[in-house]
């Protein structure tokens, strides 16, 4: 069995709370049928400790997260660790496989979004943003130009991601690039916020366009839709497929709006 085919079925048990999550997050600890730790981990986050947001209905973040799966599984990104919903000590929630990126020895967006000296950028990344450090120096703000995160600009686009900030993106002891916390998604008005705009205006690759013709027909009928039907609602479905349809007629990365803020909160 693959990492990713763990299948988050049977019995858990809370390990720690996340202290740094703005929603109630555990992380938790699969159990043997003779009781012990199989060492299988994920991320539970019971639907009633979602906090209330003004722009997001209550109580359906963790349907988005696993909708978020199944897209990105669909179209064949596989960028999103395997996400379910099932019930757990604190209701039902969404559990998803945990990334042990401690065994990678870095954190989450280390090495993938970082902040340099304005006039020190290296080679192979990409500028997000312009700023002043604590001092008032000038920094940039830059991700990696890899191929495998400008797959996950595409995702993101899919997904109308508000929220792909450093601390959602990590690469696994084998190099695997994941991104984490779908949450804020598939809204029905654009809400991009990404730190990942350092493609703008550059052409969508030509293996994430085979990726949104696959999705698109996918999500026309069968299984694939009929499993994302259940988890948001038809105007977000509709939303998503003009979103892929859009995409497929003018395969570019869009340009950072002007009429609101297009970063997520913190960058990290
Ligand atoms: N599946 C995962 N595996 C490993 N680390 C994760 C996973 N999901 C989230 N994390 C880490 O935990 C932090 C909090 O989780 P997150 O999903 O962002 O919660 P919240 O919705 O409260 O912001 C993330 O910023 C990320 O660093
Ligand atoms: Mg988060």
Sequence with gaps: MTADDLPLTGDFEVEGVLTDASNLTARVLFTGADGKPTGERALYKPIRGEAPLRDFPQGTLGHREVAAYLISTTGGWDLIPRTVLRDGPLGPGSLQRWIDWEAAGHQPGQSLLEAFPAAAVPEGWLTVVHGEDGEGRPVVVAHRDAPDLASMAVLDLV??????????????????????????????????????????????????IARLERLRTLLESGSSRAAIEELISAEELAALQG?????????????????RYPLPWPLW
Excluded: C, I, Q, S
Aim: net charge negative; proline share 7%.
């Design 159 to 208: 997904l109308n991601n508000a929220d792909r900030k450093g601390a959602h993106l990590v690469r696994d002891a084998d190099g695997r690039l994941w991104g984490f916390d779908h949450g804020l998604t598939l809204h029905t008005e654009d809400k991009l916020r990404t730190a990942l705009w350092g493609w703008a205006g550059r052409p969508v690759p030509a293996a994430d």
């Design 243 to 259: 979103r892929v349809t859009r995409l497929l007629a003018e395969p570019v990365y869009p340009e950072l709006p002007t009429d």
